[in-house]
């Protein structure tokens, strides 16, 4: 299921989408054709987060406001509160190593990062 649904979300090569620009050099009819798999790839993932969420909350006892809650510490990670996960880099203040702000903390010594510090 997990194989199913990452192929469709990266476009069922299992590589994750690029960063670049996909819309440089497409003509009218492949930028129709991008936006309507984009749509199809929102659609699949958010029926997959709203399934992954009513397990969870069910199997977990956890409420709406747990998962509004861990949303906007996610958001702030990055230092801004815009509604949305970005992937600043970030240096430890501790080991000087470069991590992910998706992450809450640094993937080398482990250094829970204080949210300020996290912009
Ligand atoms: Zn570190």
């Not at 006892?61 to 702030?76: F, G, K, P, R």
């Not at 992937?87 to 702000?101: K, M």
């Not at 998706?102 to 080398?108: G, N, P």
Request: contains cysteine; charged residues 25%; proline residues 3%.
């Amino acid at each position: 299921m997990i194989g199913l649904w990452m192929a469709g979300i990266t476009g069922g090569s299992g590589q994750p989408m690029r960063r670049q620009d996909p819309a440089a050099g497409l003509s009218t009819a492949e930028l129709r054709h991008e936006v309507r798999d984009l749509r199809e790839q929102i659609c699949k993932m958010a029926l997959m987060n709203q399934a992954l969420w009513e397990l969870l909350r069910n199997r977990l006892q956890l409420t709406d406001d747990d998962l509004a809650n861990m949303a906007q510490e996610i958001d702030l990670r990055d230092g801004v509160a815009d509604g949305k996960m970005s992937d600043t880099a970030l240096r430890c203040p501790q080991c000087g190593r470069v991590s992910n702000s998706r992450h809450w903390k640094c993937l080398y010594c482990g250094l829970e990062f204080e949210k300020p510090a996290m912009g």
